[in-house]
């Protein structure tokens, strides 16, 4: 309870402006189709540079799960998800909306959301700690090899087949090689641009291949908008049975987000959809999922929701991104002069905790917020998509413009859009390309340090228990995915594609 208070006192008024700011910003860029949690940080984050640390961070933070939140509204009344993670709402929520309830499915998504956060931030706030406190332990042979699981299962978890996952956190990899060697002061990848001295910008990649390329794919995609379904708060209130329907869904779905939210490569997409199968398998009307089964959208976004806070456990934690979002969150920390790892908690308490702080305001703001504002989100979802894009594209350049002061940076972000639309529209996932760019050289400083300790001897690094189970592990997740490729079903699917 000290630490909570800690967190609390820590918190100045510019603070809780600035955490209502993100959140709303957030829900409202979260609202556009296509854009996201990733492109709304990024877009924001010079903003963060004039501010203190803990309101940088805890700005950026409302951004984030203010984003994920105001996804579900486009999926509802438009049929549009927001971000990825409320792709799966589509399948419920708008029929829903189409059924008249469309009121009803987004008063669901408030509090099943106000929910999954809730018990996501108890999570944060109990095991990140714990976790640090082990970490400190840890050698860099063990930090290589919780890196190396990290990559696999990042490659391995993510949607697609697992062998395109590992190809694209190669590729990532690879892309995080490009610049000076701090080791030998060799340039590597550079091929004589001075640009990319100092190596391939985060920004410029996560804004390429997730804003300007989810932009282009969006438009080649672009389905015709039905009539928007009116909402009045009166239509907004579920009856007594519809909301206990809701209930054991949320709990199942918090509790599916709580664990999945820090895996590396997962996040809360993967949360969402494990949560909404599950629903769909347990249930003894599985017909009615997809035609307005107010189950198929209590589920998948609680789990969204609590996997959004779990998410930050190995980042803040360990220093260890799960999610591309959460690899830009990493950036910014560092630009602030912050290094996120196992002593981050110890070092900087008043940061951990007021950040924590703020997660409890950001909720109960969103709890508050949205519903009163559903007007101005509708009105957003109206605006022309020959108007929106645009727009959208204009501000992506101009904030990597602006974090980077290079005309550079904007050739490599519209080139990296381009490549990011080839990738979804051969069914790469984007996310462990950027996942791959972030860990690949922490991995190597990491393996380079343990065989330095170990003079070069790969068989002494395996000698420590830890990172002989670590490497096991990371074995038999290849071997899972490699044989999950090879397997009847997945050849069917294959061929049935």
């Not at 909306?97 to 996501?120: E, H, R």
């Not at 998948?300 to 929701?305: S, V």
């Not at 997660?359 to 509708?378: Q, R, S």
């Not at 991995?443 to 065989?451: I, K, Q, S, T, Y």
Request: with cysteine; hydrophobic share 50%; proline share 7%.
């Amino acid at each position: 309870m000290e630490l909570f208070t800690l967190g609390f006192a820590s918190l100045t008024l510019t603070s809780v402006v600035y955490c209502f700011a993100g959140v709303f910003l957030g829900t409202l860029i979260g609202v556009l189709p296509g854009v996201g949690a990733l492109s709304a940080i990024s877009l924001l984050m010079p903003v963060s540079f004039y501010l203190d640390p803990t309101t940088a961070l805890v700005f950026l933070s409302g951004i984030y799960y203010g984003a994920e939140y105001g996804g579900s509204t486009a999926s509802i009344m438009l049929n549009l998800p927001g971000t990825s993670s409320n792709a799966i709402t589509c399948l419920d929520g708008y029929p829903m909306a189409q059924n008249g309830k469309a009121g009803v499915a987004l008063t669901v998504t408030t509090y099943v959301s106000f929910f999954g956060g809730t018990v996501g931030i108890l999570l944060l706030s109990f095991l990140s700690p714990l976790i640090s406190r082990l970490a400190v332990a840890v050698g860099p042979s063990e930090y290589a090899a919780i890196l190396l699981l990290s990559i696999i299962m990042a490659a391995t978890i993510s949607d697609g087949p697992p062998m395109k996952g590992i190809a694209m956190v190669l590729l990532g990899a690879l892309l995080g090689t490009v610049g000076i060697d701090v080791n030998s002061g060799d340039y590597r990848f550079t091929f004589g641009v001075p640009d990319l001295f100092d190596g391939v910008s985060l920004v410029a990649l996560a804004l390429g291949t997730f804003g300007i390329g989810e932009v282009i794919f969006a438009i080649r995609a672009q389905k015709a908008r039905g009539p928007m379904p009116k909402v009045t708060f009166r239509s907004m209130i579920p009856s007594r049975t519809e909301f206990l329907k809701t209930l054991f869904p949320m709990v199942r779905g918090t509790g599916v987000g709580s664990v999945v939210g820090p895996l590396p490569g997962a996040g809360p997409t993967i949360a969402s959809l494990i949560g909404y199968a599950i629903e769909k398998r347990i249930s003894r009307t599985p017909h009615r999922f997809g035609k307005g089964a107010i189950e198929g959208i209590s589920s998948p976004e609680a789990a969204n929701n609590a996997a959004v806070q779990t998410a930050f456990i190995p980042t803040l934690s360990l220093g260890i991104p799960g999610s591309p979002t959460m690899a830009i969150m990493l950036g910014a920390l560092m630009i602030h002069g912050i290094s996120p790892g196992p002593k981050f908690i110890a070092e900087q308490p008043e940061m951990f905790w007021g950040l924590i702080a703020s997660f409890w305001l950001g909720n109960i703001i969103l709890l508050g917020l949205n519903l009163p504002l559903v007007g101005i989100w509708l009105w957003l979802l109206r605006i022309p998509y020959s108007m929106m894009y645009p727009v959208i594209v204009a501000l992506i350049c101009a904030g990597v413009f602006t974090l980077t002061n290079s005309a550079f940076a904007v050739w490599l972000v519209l080139g990296f859009g381009f490549v990011g639309f080839l990738l979804r529209l051969f069914d790469y996932s984007p996310a462990p390309l950027l996942i791959g760019f972030i860990l690949g050289p922490m991995l190597e400083e990491n393996l380079r340090r343990a065989l330095l300790i170990h003079r070069g001897s790969y068989i002494d690094m395996l000698s420590r228990p830890a990172t002989a189970v670590l490497m096991l592990l990371t074995v038999a997740i290849l071997l899972w995915a490699i044989l999950k490729r090879n397997s009847p079903v997945q050849a069917d699917d294959g061929h049935s594609a």
